[in-house]
């Protein structure tokens, strides 16, 4: 059996190597390696995949989230509700622009944050939801559209691990991921479904004033050589990464292909274990869906029931078989971020998901063999 690794890039490698290289090749002949034609042609080749109007290149993820805020023209002390279930990015980048970061609860099943918790949390200051779209589902989208409406906020989608994913809206409309909010961010960090050989990052919008304060924004507030509008960030996707991920771009849906089929094999083989629970997909879909992307499983993440979570991490690493807690603390009990106006009571689903979720290998080149030899050591230490 080949080793089991939790993300496989190298054996990813193999199967794009001659693209890759060229288009590495051709950028290092070329020797423009910022902002080069090739950024250019990946944000075009972006665009055109997810049907949005803009696609803004960036650093990173994070650069993202931050970038698509200050476009908004948030300002300090605006409330910004996200899900207490999520990568720290997503509140940092709230509390680094001093704005108020509002942590809320999630759903027990998909993970994604709780709609009737956004509910309680907005006040009349706050100004943004931040719907984080977990291990590669949409959250429930047509409860945040309604509320945002209703209360007049913006919607900033977190979308660095559900890049692919479909949305499909109560009225039939189907979306990706990303670009159904005002405005969305995604990572393209090596490991997320979409990832480049280094970091990267972008925002997308299908709104054309917002789509140039950003281009401005991550050029040093830049709109006229040496003219600086507003204050801006040096955030930028290099020409590398970029031709590196122009060539993953055409293989992204196979590559969810593969992961959804992983995904489904090990559900399979846990159901009806009483003592695992396995993913399901939101969004009307039944079970792990095979008619649609509306999963995309950056993650496949099951919950422990019976205590035993803790003991798997140590069982599976005696095995050789990697694992992964996401997330092992609530942000709200983050040093960082706690904060006073914070309720214990208020949070009983992040709580409990910290205690029971174990995330197992998920990539493109995972075997039946793996899979098997995976599942079955699982289910037998759970029933020990
Ligand atoms: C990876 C990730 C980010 C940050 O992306 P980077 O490219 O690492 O900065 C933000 N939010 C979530 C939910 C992520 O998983």
Known sequence: MKK??????????QGIKEQVNTAISTIMESAAFINGPEVHAFQKDLETYLGVKHVIPCANGTDALQIAMMGLGLTPGDEVITADFTFAATVEVIALLQLTPVLVDVDPHTFNIDIDAIERAITPRTKAIVPVHLFGQCADMDAILALAEKHDLYIIEDNAQAIGADYTSKGGRKQKAGTIGHVGSTSFF????????????????????LAHTLRGIVNH?????????????????????????????????????????????????????????????????EGICDSCDCHVFHQYTLKITNGKRD?????LKEKNIPCGVYY????HRQKAYIDERYNEIDFPVTNQLVQEVISLPMHTELDDEQIAFITETVIGFINE
């Open 328 to 331: 092992p603390i609530p942000l």
């Open 221 to 285: 507030g830049m709109y006229q050589r040496y003219h600086h509008d507003v204050v801006g960030v040096n955030s930028r996707l290099d020409s590398i990464q970029a031709a590196v991920l122009r060539a993953k771009l055409p293989k992204l849906d196979t590559y969810c292909e593969k992961r959804r089929d992983a995904a489904r094999k090990y559900s399979e083989a846990f159901s009806g274990q009483g003592n695992i629970v396995v993913p399901v997909a939101a969004n009307g879909c």
């Open 4 to 13: 089991i690794q939790m993300v496989d890039l190298g054996g990813q490698y």
């Open 311 to 315: 003991a798997l991490v140590e069982h």
């Open 190 to 209: 090596p490991s997320k479904n979409l990832g480049a050989y280094g970091d990267g990052g972008a925002i997308f919008t299908n709104d054309d004033e």
